[in-house]
């Protein structure tokens, strides 16, 4: 007698299968959310750098041209280039960094770099002022070349 195999699947191989498939499913899933959530921080975190970059280069420009430099407290250092123009940076209490230039009688321009400002400290020593973004980095100190041609006489 010749016997045929049965032409189908069982139950069981059909239940193995769809759960390997949910299982795969799960996993694939978890992992694009995770990579999203990943390239969305990193792209977010890029931004932030790119803001702080532009921040440090109008502070750098605004102490290099300065003549005179203060600092009334860890929240503020005035950079004078004549008797009429001054810029002021300060840290709000909501943490932005605030830059506000003014030019005698016209109203003083401000740019602010919202949350930019959390834990910095602005000094003066000197002919240097210092950017220290947070109590654990290094200092960005920079030096005020009008200031440094005076010391030298020239």
């Known amino acids: ?3 045929k195999s049965p032409q189908g ?22 992992l694009f ?18 803001r702080f970059d532009q921040a440090i280069a109008m502070f750098r420009a605004d102490v290099w041209k300065a003549t005179s430099l203060e600092s009334n407290s860890s929240s503020q250092l005035i950079c004078r ?23 005698g009688s016209e109203t003083p321009a401000e740019r602010s770099w919202t949350g930019m400002g959390r834990g910095v400290t602005l000094t003066v020593k000197g002919n240097t002022a210092e950017f220290v973004p947070s109590v654990d980095s ?12 005076m010391e030298d006489g020239r």
């Open 81 to 103: 280039s004549s008797a009429d123009h001054q810029v002021k940076w300060s840290v709000a209490d909501d943490g932005s960094l605030l830059r506000t230039e003014s030019n």
């Open 1 to 3: 007698m010749n016997r």
């Open 33 to 50: 959310t995770e990579s999203m959530r990943i390239w969305k921080q990193s792209s977010d975190r890029q931004d932030d750098l790119a």
């Open 138 to 149: 290094v200092p960005i100190r920079l030096r005020a070349e009008t200031l440094m041609l």
């Open 9 to 30: 699947f069982t139950l069981l191989e059909v239940m193995l299968s769809l759960i390997l498939m949910t299982m795969f499913a799960a996993v694939g899933t978890r």
